[in-house]
């Protein structure tokens, strides 16, 4: 089959699009016929050898993709039909620990990675366990419900299940372009909240409100902690939504008003901050770290993706073959929304 795939780590010269075997589909697996897939920044990483990503070469990547069953093992039949068109839930749980017993599998420990530790999606098939392959609904194609995993569990853990976001409250979404940030927009708007949100282009911040955003900051001409003070007439917002890490944490920890919670599932600009405890304790604030999302989560958005309430945002498009093409926009992060691949 034809596949792009990691070679060696260290540059984008590694990556490679070429014929790979085919996989074979286990007692409990599905074997899902790609016909989109799209890139997380860990795929990045993980082509230039960053963060800490060690691959088992050669590797195919794509941890978001969708499809249709193109087989199906004998412990899986009855659940899928071949031709049925699907999408997964990229982390693979154990399912018999005592967080996926209580169904927090987002914090199994002994979970691996589909495109990670496993081969992924970049390629014209995929072997996914049963458990982690979800019927998709007709409301989306096959480029949306690529776009949808990830970011989208993660949203709607860190502001949902976390933060406890509440209708009428104020939220702060970091980084409305990213693929996380454009799902969070919609999953916030949908819970009822007054999204403010911010970008580095008038042209993303357009493209934001156009999903939903009440209020947008382009932050290399404002000051993002002054506009939301002014926006909040001085309280700051209830949840601040971040994924950056360290460069925001100080006016992040500002927007918050007195009991107000932040949430954070990423650090790309930095790992290590100095927290004011007594304000911590004095305004009641809390810090809440997320990471991934439950088979629950991923039930939720899925149904409200019925309903056309939630869609995934594709950036751009570009056939498998042109992967190399795909890394670099990644690297170049001059887009809103996902990259999505299609075999």
């Known amino acids: 089959m034809k596949a792009a795939y990691v070679s060696e780590q ?17 007692p409990a697996d599905v074997l899902i016929r790609v016909k989109a897939c799209s890139l997380n920044r860990v795929d990045l990483f993980a082509v230039l050898g960053k963060k800490g990503v060690r691959l088992q070469l050669p590797h195919i990547l794509g941890r978001d993709f969708a499809g249709e069953v193109a087989e199906v093992g004998p412990q899986a039949e009855g659940r899928f039909r071949p031709g049925e068109r699907v999408v997964i839930r990229p982390q693979v749980s154990c399912m ?10 987002n914090e199994c420990s002994s979970s691996r990675t589909l495109g990670l530790s496993d081969d992924g999606g ?11 392959v979800y019927r998709m609904p007709d409301t989306l194609s096959f480029e949306e419900a690529a776009s949808m995993p990830t970011t989208y569990l993660t949203a709607w853990h860190m502001l949902v299940c976390r933060a406890g976001l509440r209708p009428g409250e104020d939220v702060l979404v970091q980084a409305a372009g990213s693929g996380v940030g454009s799902a969070a927009i919609q999953i916030a708007r949908v819970v009822g909240a007054r999204v403010i949100t911010t970008a580095g282009s008038d042209e993303k911040l357009e493209k934001a409100r156009a999903l939903g955003a009440h209020a947008t900051i382009n932050y290399h001409s404002e000051d993002f902690l002054q506009r939301v003070l002014e926006l909040t007439d001085g309280q700051g917002v209830d949840v601040v939504f971040d994924h950056i890490g360290a460069s925001v944490w100080e006016k992040n920890f500002a927007c918050l008003k007195r009991g107000g919670r ?10 290590r901050v100095e927290l004011h405890m007594g304000q911590l304790f004095a305004r009641q604030l809390s810090v ?23 869609r995934g945002v594709v950036a751009r498009t570009f056939p498998l073959s042109e992967a190399r093409a795909a890394f670099e926009t990644m690297a170049a992060s001059d887009f809103f929304g996902k990259i999505v691949l299609r075999p």
């Open 10 to 26: 260290g540059s984008l010269d590694g990556l490679r699009y070429g014929e790979r075997p085919a996989p074979s589909p286990g």
């Open 96 to 105: 018999s620990c005592e967080y996926c017993l209580r169904g927090r599998d």
């Open 122 to 132: 970049l390629a014209e098939y995929a072997v996914v366990p049963a458990i982690n």
């Open 262 to 271: 932040l949430v954070n599932c990423g650090v790309s600009a930095g790992h």
């Open 288 to 310: 809440l770290g997320s990471s991934g999302g439950s088979h629950g989560d991923m039930l939720d958005i899925l149904r409200l993706a019925a309903l056309g309430e939630l």
